[in-house]
């Protein structure tokens, strides 16, 4: 009994700093008119931004590399888990990212989580080499950098001079610079060109998790490289395919010796079962559309959105962070205010997260909008009054 106690006290200790947070069931598929909990709900939430996650190609393929595959691969990559279907995606990755980097080869992990603590912990595996973190990095890359034998120092958001003096300090055999591309609760992004040189000139690695920017970012979706013209061979890339792409799971791209070490040595790609075939088969048709017309198309409908947006929002004491991206934050304060115009939102059918701490600092709760494809200029219109009226109400 006292063990059950004390894990209740935490989790009170929780509730009362209005951290609690709650598991919603959707009874549909992710889209932005969604049936949550039974009740039918217009979501801004999801990661979905291209809308893929029900797209009848999408389906489609993953119903064909099912009957083509089976259900699941059965063993991990090395054993005998890595199928055609990986090798093809894997095959396809490398030839996307080729433009960007030197003699590029792509693994496919299960997850962004794994891909980012698989990169961490094979690139930062010696006591000798250091890890320098943007302060505003995802957890999957900090957990990753805690998981490697590096050191860790995390360096001020977005600031290149103080990377340059602590990169310039070190006496590192090998230093890593790890960036998210798409700031996963602000929406801004990084400097990576700055990143880049500074990271060529000191013969350093930089990591960039793209997991908000593959399938958005770019003339071809092709994610936060295309869209800065970047190519380097200190580049290691990690794009995620849950998020625009719709289906899951991630990829690495990076220089073919990079990959495989991470083949040879990274735990979560070796010690995992490798992902169901048939996911890596729908990606297939995932990225046919992201690279096709209807990428195109799809993606000029978001900005549009993303605009309209920021256009019509009359915000006094919230504030809209100044993004570019289909993250949209709206910076309330406290926790409870955030959870109390979520739920406003909520009670008008409109499903927005309140994101709280440990996620975002302290004071900084926030609703996280988050737009994509599939929504309309009339569902945007209508989340934009119901937020300038509900400031007005509690003010
Ligand atoms: C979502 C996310 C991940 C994790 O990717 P999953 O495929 O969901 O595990 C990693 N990095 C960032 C920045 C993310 O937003």
Same mark, same amino acid.
């Given at each position: 009994?006292?063990?059950?106690?004390?894990?209740?006290?935490?989790?009170?200790?929780?509730?009362?700093?209005?951290?609690?947070?709650?598991?919603?069931?959707?009874?549909?598929?992710?889209?932005?008119?969604?049936?949550?909990?039974?009740?039918?709900?217009?979501?801004?939430?999801?990661?979905?931004?291209?809308?893929?996650?029900?797209?009848?190609?999408? *389906?489609?393929?993953?119903?064909?590399?099912?009957?083509?595959?089976?259900?699941?691969?059965?063993?991990?990559?090395?054993?005998?888990?890595?199928?055609?279907?990986?090798?093809?995606?894997?095959?396809?990755?490398?030839?996307?990212?080729?433009?960007? *980097?030197?003699?590029?080869?792509?693994?496919?992990?299960?997850?962004?989580?794994?891909?980012?603590?698989?990169?961490?912990? $094979?690139?930062?595996?010696?006591?000798?080499?250091?890890?320098?973190?943007?302060?505003?990095?995802?957890?999957?890359?900090?957990?990753? $950098?805690?998981?490697?034998?590096?050191?860790?120092?995390?360096?001020?958001?977005?600031?290149?001079?103080?990377?340059?003096?602590?990169?310039?300090?070190?006496?590192?055999?090998?230093?890593?610079?790890?960036?998210?591309?798409?700031?996963?609760?602000?929406?801004?992004?990084?400097?990576?060109?700055?990143?880049?040189?500074?990271?060529?000139?000191?013969?350093?690695?930089?990591?960039?998790?793209?997991?908000?920017?593959?399938?958005?970012?770019?003339?071809?979706?092709?994610?936060?490289?295309?869209?800065?013209?970047?190519?380097?061979?200190?580049?290691?890339?990690?794009?995620?395919?849950?998020?625009?792409?719709?289906?899951?799971?991630?990829?690495?791209?990076?220089?073919?010796?990079?990959?495989?070490?991470?083949?040879?040595?990274?735990?979560?790609?070796?010690?995992?079962?490798?992902?169901?075939?048939?996911?890596?088969?729908?990606?297939?048709?995932?990225?046919?559309?992201?690279?096709?017309?209807?990428?195109?198309?799809?993606?000029?409908?978001?900005?549009?959105?993303?605009?309209?947006?920021?256009? $019509?929002?009359?915000?006094?004491?919230?504030?809209?962070?100044?993004?570019?991206?289909?993250?949209?934050?709206? *910076?309330?304060?406290?926790?409870?205010?955030?959870?109390?115009?979520?739920?406003?939102?909520?009670?008008?059918?409109?499903?927005?997260?309140?994101?709280?701490?440990?996620?975002?600092?302290?004071?900084?709760?926030?609703?996280?909008?988050?737009?994509?494809?599939?929504?309309?200029?009339?569902?945007?219109?209508?989340?934009?009054?119901?937020?300038?009226?509900?400031?007005?109400?509690?003010?």
């Amino acid at each position: 009994m006292d063990l059950i106690a004390d894990i209740d006290r935490k989790l009170d200790a929780l509730a009362t700093q209005s951290l609690t947070r709650r598991l919603r069931v959707a009874d549909s598929p992710c889209a932005p008119r969604q049936v949550v909990d039974g009740r039918a709900m217009l979501a801004f939430c999801s990661n979905d931004y291209l809308s893929l996650a029900a797209h009848p190609a999408v *389906i489609a393929a993953l119903q064909e590399g099912a009957a083509r595959y089976g259900a699941g691969s059965g063993a991990s990559h090395l054993v005998s888990g890595h199928s055609r279907a990986h090798a093809l995606l894997e095959t396809r990755f490398g030839e996307w990212l080729a433009p960007h *980097i030197d003699q590029a080869r792509a693994l496919y992990l299960c997850t962004g989580y794994m891909a980012n603590l698989a990169v961490l912990t $094979a690139l930062g595996a010696d006591a000798d080499a250091m890890i320098f973190s943007e302060a505003l990095n995802h957890a999957s890359l900090i957990d990753g $950098a805690r998981l490697a034998k590096a050191g860790v120092a995390v360096y001020p958001h977005g600031d290149v001079a103080a990377l340059e003096r602590q990169l310039a300090a070190s006496t590192a055999a090998t230093r890593i610079v790890v960036t998210d591309s798409v700031f996963s609760m602000d929406g801004d992004l990084a400097p990576l060109p700055a990143l880049l040189a500074l990271c060529e000139r000191l013969g350093a690695w930089l990591v960039v998790d793209d997991a908000h920017g593959f399938g958005v970012l770019g003339e071809h979706g092709r994610g936060a490289l295309e869209h800065f013209g970047l190519r380097s061979p200190n580049l290691v890339y990690i794009g995620t395919l849950g998020k625009a792409a719709g289906v899951g799971g991630a990829f690495v791209a990076a220089h073919a010796s990079v990959i495989e070490l991470l083949v040879q040595r990274a735990r979560p790609y070796i010690y995992t079962t490798a992902a169901p075939p048939a996911l890596a088969h729908a990606l297939q048709a995932s990225l046919d559309i992201i690279g096709g017309d209807e990428g195109v198309q799809r993606r000029a409908h978001l900005a549009a959105l993303v605009e309209h947006l920021q256009d $019509a929002l009359r915000l006094q004491r919230w504030q809209l962070l100044p993004s570019r991206t289909a993250i949209q934050p709206v *910076i309330i304060g406290s926790n409870e205010d955030a959870l109390r115009v979520a739920a406003g939102l909520h009670e008008q059918s409109l499903w927005v997260p309140a994101i709280r701490p440990p996620t975002v600092a302290p004071g900084t709760a926030r609703l996280r909008v988050t737009l994509s494809a599939a929504h309309t200029h009339d569902d945007v219109a209508l989340l934009a009054r119901a937020l300038n009226e509900l400031e007005r109400a509690t003010a």
